[in-house]
């Protein structure tokens, strides 16, 4: 159980760091326009995502909470 804990720990200081390092994401998604019979016509649209600094810190805080308290815990 320990270790479970220290690895979420681990993975929630990864998601922080990378959401406060590189707060906006892009992707592509693929949306059908018109389909006429067999015939279909799709775009392939860009958007973005961007992560709120607060959630970032949340999860930074909570992940190092973890990985510290992680080690203290009964079994």
């Known amino acids: ?7 979420l720990g681990v993975i929630l200081v990864v998601l922080g760091v990378v959401g406060l390092v590189h707060p906006v994401f892009t992707y592509h998604q693929k949306e059908e326009v018109a389909k006429i ?3 279909q016509a799709t775009v392939n649209e860009e958007k973005e995502v961007q992560v709120p600094v607060a959630v970032s810190i949340v999860l930074l805080a909570a ?3 973890l990985v510290l308290l992680g080690p203290r815990m009964k079994q």
């Open 1 to 7: 159980m320990k270790r479970f804990v220290i690895i």
């Open 63 to 65: 992940g190092i909470g």
């Open 37 to 39: 019979g067999p015939i």
